[in-house]
Structure formats: C-alpha cells, structure tokens
C-alpha cells in the first residue's frame, strides 16, 4: 500500500513558478515510475512528468519540456517538480502518482499507475 500527499500548489502570474513537492509512505520499489498528472475541467487527465525510482530516467510531455523539471527529493519517498515559466494553460489539478511496474516510455500514461494523491491546485493568470 502507498500514501501519497502533494503540497506546494497556489495561485502564480503568468512567467512565474512553483515547485511541487510529493510525499510518498509505504513500499516504493526500485525502478518503477513516480509521475505528475494534471486534469483541468472537462478535460483528460494528462501525463506531466514522470521519474524512475533509484534513477535518473525522465520523461515529460511535450508541452511542458524545458519548462517543468522532475526530480526526487531527499530520497525516492519524495517527487518534485519544479514548474517555470508557467502559463495559463498549466491551471490545472496536479495528482502525484506511483505506479507497480518498471517505468519505461509509456510512464506517461495514466493506465499504468496505481495510487494516487489527492491533488494539489494550480492556478495561473495572465
């Protein structure tokens, strides 16, 4: 079983940033994918960004590549994701997300995780 909390959501101005953080409990295997989701009203849950678990592989969605960075915390219980740039567009609810298998290319896809937090608001103006 694992616990998922996200912090660090608000409210910016476009061109500004924030960084998420995601605290994670529980059995986190070596491997597998820790990812950042976001759905906005009406629309699709979308894959942000996602990191394996004891190493550096990255993938991010195309929209977001060069502006957002993911990367663990203190250790592998800890997802961050830095968000510069940050535009409208971006306003969203942002899940962090783990999943049970190894991360491969497909670590964007919502399908493949399992547990989920229970989001973190982020709202930009223009």
């Known amino acids: 079983q694992v616990q998922l909390v996200e912090s660090g959501g608000g409210s910016v101005q476009a061109g500004g940033s924030l960084r998420l953080s995601c605290a994670a409990s529980?059995?986190?295997?070596?491997?597998?994918?820790m990812g950042w989701f976001r759905q906005a009203p009406g629309k699709e849950r979308e894959g942000v960004a996602a990191?394996?678990?004891?190493?550096?592989?990255?993938y991010y969605a195309d929209s977001v590549k060069g502006r957002f960075i993911i990367s663990h915390g203190n250790d592998d219980t800890e997802v961050l994701l830095q968000m510069n740039i940050l535009q409208p567009d971006d306003t969203a609810m942002y899940y962090c997300?783990?999943?049970?298998?190894?991360?491969?290319?497909?670590?964007?896809?919502?399908?493949?995780?399992?547990?989920w937090g229970q989001g973190t608001q982020v709202t930009v103006s223009s």
């Open positions: 529980g059995n986190i295997w070596q491997g597998n994918c």
């Open positions: 990191i394996a678990t004891g190493g550096g592989v990255t």
């Open positions: 997300a783990a999943a049970l298998s190894l991360c491969t290319r497909t670590g964007l896809l919502p399908s493949r995780y399992t547990y």
